[in-house]
Antibody
Framework: EVQLLESGGGLVQPGRSLRLSCAASGFTFDDYAMHWVRQAPGKGLEWVSGISWNSGSIGYADSVKGRFTISRDNAKNSLYLQMNSLRAEDTALYYC??????????????WGQGTLVTVSS | DIQMTQSPSSLSASVGDRVTITCRASQSISSYLNWYQQKPGKAPKLLIYAASSLQSGVPSRFSGNGSGTDFTLTISSLQPEDFATYYCQQSYSTPLFTFGPGTKVDIK
């Protein structure tokens, strides 16, 4: 059974840093790209960042570029999101998602339950 | 960057109704379009990938159509468990992805 378990969320002051983790199990982690998706309270889904299986391809949403860094440790079956210079608008539930590609599209077939990040003084 | 829009933003429907949600991309994305369902307090769930392929385990009353810039998600006969918010997502510009703003389906 595929499981994705996020951790590391919490209350943090504006301008400070936080590191999120996602522990993966139930599949061959280093075969798949992984992503972070967030959802602000009462709002829609926002893709934040993604990383290929070998970390060779990485992408960020414009809203976090230059402040957030995605990484992965395939030996530990873990995905990370280092968040620096946090802002109030980064307050959200952060999901970890597994990427799968068919011949015609890539999609997120498994999601964690999320970890809540609150940026407030 | 590719922008995604959805219409309507919300709709009210009755059990048994046929419901169609539209998603539009700001440029052609071929068939690189996915649909997700999200219920309150839950993680999103993949329904449709590659515009029209039904994810394993998803009921056949859900279907997707379209290519290029215009796409639809149809629920042929709305069931009580289908009341949720639905999001489209483009994967054409991978590793960059974009979600639509969502369509909330509630009970009339």
């Amino acid at each position: 059974e595929v499981q994705l378990l996020e951790s590391g969320g919490g209350l943090v002051q504006p301008g400070r840093s936080l590191r999120l983790s996602c522990a993966a199990s139930g599949f061959t982690f280093d075969d798949y790209a992984m992503h972070w998706v967030r959802q602000a309270p009462g709002k829609g889904l926002e893709w934040v960042s993604g990383i290929s299986w070998n970390s060779g391809s990485i992408g960020y949403a414009d809203s976090v570029k230059g402040r957030f860094t995605i990484s992965r440790d395939n030996a530990k079956n873990s995905l990370y999101l280092q968040m620096n210079s946090l802002r109030a608008e980064d307050t959200a539930l952060y999901y970890c998602a597994k990427d799968t590609c068919s011949s015609t599209s890539c999609y997120f077939d498994y999601w964690g339950q999320g970890t809540l990040v609150t940026v407030s003084s | 960057d590719i922008q995604m829009t959805q219409s309507p933003s919300s709709l009210s429907a009755s059990v048994g109704d046929r419901v169609t949600i539209t998603c539009r991309a700001s440029q052609s994305i071929s068939s690189y379009l996915n649909w997700y369902q999200q219920k309150p307090g839950k993680a999103p769930k993949l329904l449709i990938y590659a515009a029209s392929s039904l994810q394993s385990g998803v009921p056949s009353r859900f279907s997707g159509n379209g290519s290029g810039t215009d796409f639809t998600l149809t629920i042929s006969s709305l069931q009580p468990e289908d009341f949720a918010t639905y999001y489209c997502q483009q994967s054409y510009s991978t590793p960059l992805f974009t979600f639509g703003p969502g369509t909330k389906v509630d009970i009339k």
